[in-house]
């Protein structure tokens, strides 16, 4: 210890003793009249002053500890206001001089005539004139401001930490006699937590002056609405540290102080973190800190969406027939990428300012959506483009565009909140859903017209025998160039105009997916097939591949529908029995078809179920579409021999046709896996 250390805590014992000692004789002298005693009379004068004295270095040595963040020296002068009885009055005194100088710093950091003092030196306003900027000073007033409010944070953070400093202490530190903790002197009056009335007194006078300041001086009010991001960083900044100062706390008291004062703290039960490490059930510090803010968040986020819809509102006026051009959309996709930018100060705000976005992309859509003709010449697919299915695939593109360059601007920003990514996405799916719905009724056109085309494959004849050559006359049938030259021409007359590949291959493969399922399904209703008729059919399923393959990026990614189509080819020259073990049979082509196919191959008497129930090829063909259960399928299927069996018996037939027994095996052993 060296002599500078020994001497102040000299200094600090003898105040201790003698704090001690003039309580001792307050007591004593409580009650008494012992007025008129020249040598006692004297004697409380001297005590009363060495009182006097002491208080007075108590209160410099509490104000230098705290200052300094000292642990030996805040806590000998505790004892000593302990030992005086002065302890809660001390403390009370203290907290509320604090809360008295950060109300006049916030005062001054807000004081108009102060920010706007240079410019109001070459011109002063005459008596009752408002203080404000003058012309083309704006720029030097909002920097005053944004430099008091760094300070007053900084005032704010440094008076926090002393009270947290204090209270630190005075949940540690007990009286070695009485071995009273001193925060029980404090919770007399039913309040143990010095730092939450400190902080509610604190972030209520925030509130209140902010909302003065702000009510008397349109151009603080401006700058706080204008530019909330940053002031909401500088609170977020002040938080940051709050909580910052809060951990190491501990460490200060580790490192500082006295040996015998390190010792005694270290015998001490940890106390409860404060407010700013956990938030009380009923409080949170830091809502009510940021609670002064609401009326600049609710004003930013209402110019924000502002600044996001006035592009919007001015690409799309009143009358106008086309979508957004690119340099248009991109001084949207800016606009959204800047307000996205800004909030990135704050989680919370991001998240508000991303809802904006939304409702944002959302306006986009409506306003496309308002473009998009809905004429029957937008679905026509018999001659080029009409003048509504370009403007169909423009505002398709243009939503497509909108669309990516959104989702770009999401990917590139940093440590952005799940929850307003999350609402960003959700409003773009609308964008998605709206692209579709744009499609659709060309899609549908297109696809009427594929099945249109398939089914007139029962308008040719596949009776015949096989030829001379053993193969078929020609590659493929009429139905099938048909739908070749009509499925080529479609994607590029009309397809082939959208920007949006992917998006337009997502729904031109479920058109070649459908296609492929017409095709094998009307295919296993032909009746009768002959040899020759087997071997043209067998061509037109190769032709089939090349026929859809415009639809698609690979024909193989169509998936099942593909494996159907290379697994039922085969099938057309198998024996019946082979047929009923074909191992594709139930997972990749449904028994119901396999049967519908060996129907081909009985005798007229054994009806197909759409001739049974005399209906159309066509309507039969519905028919399936509405009923897309197996289950209904089997169970018209199965109708359909029962039919059968009760003609021959009708007749008194001898014998089934050599192809129903198999037929009723195949249809039970379907029925079976349903079950």
Not at 258 to 272: G, I, K, N, V, W
């Amino acid at each position: 210890m060296n002599l500078l250390t020994f001497q102040h805590f000299f200094c600090i014992l003898f105040l201790g003793v003698l704090s001690f000692s003039s309580l001792s004789t307050h007591y004593l002298s409580q009650g008494i009249d012992l007025s008129g005693i020249e040598v006692i009379e004297n004697d409380l004068l001297f005590i009363g002053r060495a009182r006097l004295e002491v208080e007075s270095q108590a209160k410099r040595l509490l104000e230098q500890g705290v200052e300094t963040q000292s642990p030996t020296q805040v806590g000998t002068a505790l004892q000593v206001f302990y030992n005086l009885g002065t302890l809660k009055d001390t403390i009370a005194n203290v907290v509320d001089g604090y809360c008295t100088a950060l109300e006049e710093n916030i005062k001054n950091a807000l004081d108009i005539k102060v920010l706007t003092q240079p410019s109001q030196t070459v011109a002063r306003g005459g008596p009752g004139r408002a203080a404000m900027p003058t012309p083309g000073n704006t720029a030097a007033f909002r920097a005053a401001l944004w430099t008091n409010m760094e300070k007053l944070m900084d005032q704010i953070c440094a008076a926090c930490g002393q009270v947290q400093h204090l209270q630190k202490l005075l949940t540690k530190k007990r009286d070695p006699i009485s071995h009273v903790c001193f925060i029980e002197e404090i919770v007399k009056d039913g309040q143990s937590d010095i730092l939450y009335k400190f902080w509610t007194a604190v972030t209520q006078t925030l509130s209140s002056q902010f909302q003065s300041a702000t009510d008397s001086s349109m151009f603080l009010k401006q700058a706080f609405e204008g530019e909330y991001p940053k002031l909401l960083r500088l609170y977020n900044d002040l938080w940051k540290r709050l909580q910052q100062y809060s951990q190491n706390i501990q460490r200060n008291f580790n490192t500082s102080g006295s040996t015998d004062l390190f010792a005694e703290l270290q015998q001490m039960e940890e106390d409860t973190q404060d407010i700013f490490m956990q938030k009380k059930q009923d409080y949170d510090p830091e809502k009510a800190l940021k609670d002064s803010l609401q009326q600049y968040e609710a004003a930013y986020l209402s110019k924000s969406l502002s600044r996001l819809f006035d592009p919007i509102n001015l690409v799309f006026p009143p009358g106008g027939r086309n979508p957004p051009s690119s340099d248009e959309l991109d001084s949207i996709i800016k606009t959204i990428a800047s307000e996205l930018n800004v909030a990135a100060v704050d989680p919370d705000l991001s998240l508000a300012v991303s809802k904006n976005v939304a409702k944002t992309i959302q306006l986009y859509g409506v306003k496309s959506e308002q473009l998009l003709s809905t004429q029957g010449d937008a679905s026509q697919v018999i001659g080029p483009l009409t003048e509504g299915q370009r403007r169909n695939v423009a505002v398709v593109n243009s939503l497509y565009k909108l669309h990516q360059s959104v989702l770009k601007v999401i990917a590139n920003q940093s440590s952005f909140p799940a929850a307003a990514e999350q609402t960003i996405t959700a409003a773009l799916k609308t964008v998605h859903d709206l692209m579709g719905s744009a499609v659709q009724p060309l899609l549908n056109s297109v696809g009427d017209s594929v099945e249109a085309i398939i089914i007139t494959m029962h308008q040719e004849d596949f009776s015949g025998s096989l030829s001379s050559s053993g193969k078929p006359d020609v590659p493929c049938s009429l139905y099938m160039k048909e739908l070749q030259g009509f499925i080529a021409r479609v994607m590029s007359d009309y397809f082939r105009h959208f920007e949006c590949f992917d998006f337009v291959f997502d729904n031109t493969e479920a058109m070649a997916q459908r296609a492929i399922e017409l095709f094998i399904r009307n295919a296993s209703l032909i009746r009768p097939l002959g040899e020759g008729g087997k071997m043209r059919l067998a061509a037109d399923f190769a032709q089939m591949e090349l026929a859809v393959a415009p639809l698609c990026r690979r024909v193989s990614d169509l998936g099942k529908s593909y494996r159907q189509l290379r697994s039922f080819r085969p099938l057309l020259f198998q024996t019946s029995e082979h047929i009923a073990n074909s191992p594709a049979l139930g997972e990749v082509i449904p028994f119901s078809i396999i049967l519908q196919f060996l129907f081909t191959r009985a005798p007229p008497e054994l009806k197909s179920p759409f001739q049974r129930a005399e209906w159309s090829i066509a309507r039969y063909s519905q028919w399936l579409d509405d009923h897309p259960s197996e289950k209904d399928r089997l169970a018209l299927i199965r109708g359909a021999l029962e039919a059968y069996v009760q003609s021959v018996r009708t007749r008194e037939g001898k014998e089934f046709a050599p192809v129903y027994p198999i037929m009723v095996q195949l249809l039970q052993k379907a029925m079976s896996t349903l079950q």
